[in-house]
Structure formats: C-alpha cells, structure tokens
C-alpha cells in the first residue's frame, strides 16, 4: 500500500512540475490586441483609473416637499446630537388612510417611533426588549404603503 501512494505522489509532483515550466504566455485584457482589432470591432482597452465608487452617494435625493416644521427641528436636533450608528432615517408613509412619518431607531432595543402629520407620537412598531414595538400598531409594516425616504443623517 505505501509504494502505491509514493507512486501517486510523485506521478502528480512530475505532472505539476512538467505543466509549471512550458512557457505558458497570460495576455490580460490590458494587453492591446495584435492587430489593433478584436473580430473587426475595435474594443476600448480598461483604463488605470478606479472606475468603482463603492461609497455611497452622500447628496441622497430627499422627498423636502411639504416638510412640516415640526421634523424640520427634529432633524435639526438629531444634526446637532452626535452621529447615531446605524444612521437615523425618517419616512413619509401612508397609513390608515393617513400621512405618518417613521422614525428609526438609533441603535440597538430602542423603540423606532411614528408620527401623525402634525408631530403626535402614534406608536413604537419595533424595537424595546423584544423587538415588537409597544403593540400599538403591529400592523405597521404590514399596511404601510407609499414609502418616501424623507430624510437620513448624511454625516
């Protein structure tokens, strides 16, 4: 049994060392084509540049229609605090047949809150101890519909 594994191992061992010295020649796409064309269609070699911006966009288009006064010194408040992690966000839903703005929750058991459209807290649907919310609108992410990111804190 041994010599039969010797044999295996130094067959493969030949096999690699044999594939690793011909001459094998890599063109990358960076390398431009010998003729100057690709099948007749002249193809744009990749530029040195970064051409992938993962950040995100930090100028987010925000619905600022018809923002009541009221979240406007909400969001001023929340700009003077420091940064929450994650990043609050406010959205404008349309609820029982009504303008409600959510909330979310800076961080961690924290109740996200929603607001009429004059202000009024109308219920907590998630967050606290056990992530349901205070039970005042379970339904919330059920029935909302016509979301519009209202406002996220770009810092």
């Known amino acids: 049994m041994r010599p039969t594994f010797l044999f295996a191992f130094t067959s493969a061992a030949l ?8 001459g094998v020649a890599v063109n990358t796409p960076t390398d ?3 003729a100057g064309y690709v099948n007749g269609t002249d193809t ?6 970064n051409t992938t911006d ?3 966009n930090r100028a987010t288009a925000f619905d600022t229609t018809a923002r009541p006064q009221w979240l406007e010194t909400r969001i001023q408040n929340h700009l003077a605090e420091k940064k929450q992690n994650p990043p609050v966000h406010i959205y404008r839903y349309r609820y029982n047949d009504q303008v409600v703005y959510f909330e979310t929750a800076p961080c961690c058991d924290q109740f996200s809150t929603v607001y009429d459209a004059k202000g009024k807290v109308l ?3 998630d967050g606290g101890i056990t992530g349901r919310g205070d039970g005042q609108c379970a339904d919330f992410t059920k029935n909302r519909t016509a979301e ?8």
Request: charged fraction near 15%; charge should be positive.
């Open 44 to 49: 744009p070699n990749p530029t040195s540049a």
């Open 54 to 56: 993962l950040t995100r």
């Open 32 to 34: 431009p084509p010998v």
């Open 148 to 155: 519009m990111l209202v406002w996220q804190d770009p810092r």
């Open 123 to 125: 219920c907590h649907p």
């Open 15 to 22: 096999l690699l060392t044999g594939a690793c010295q011909r």
